[in-house]
């Protein structure tokens, strides 16, 4: 194709598909725990993860009430 064909190619006519990368890990989407009010993680598989945060801000609440609970519940 040449520089002229494609500037004047409207978009329409374009075959484009979006696909969102694979993601191998732990997804978690909107947790309401305790301290968590709709939070989102996404935590990598074969990775050291390290939660931290202030003292009540829902660490335990994140790892052990919905992390830690839903695997126990699978």
């Known amino acids: 194709m040449s520089d002229s064909t494609l ?24 947790a ?14 074969d990775k050291i993860t390290v939660i931290t945060g202030l003292s009540g801000s829902g660490k335990s609440s994140l790892a052990f009430d919905t992390i830690y609970a839903e695997g126990q519940r699978r």
């Open 7 to 30: 500037s004047t190619t409207p978009i329409s006519n374009l075959n484009l598909e979006y696909r969102a990368p694979e993601f191998d890990g732990i997804r978690v989407r909107g």
């Open 32 to 45: 309401r725990e305790h301290n968590l009010k709709g939070v989102d993680v996404d935590i990598p598989r």
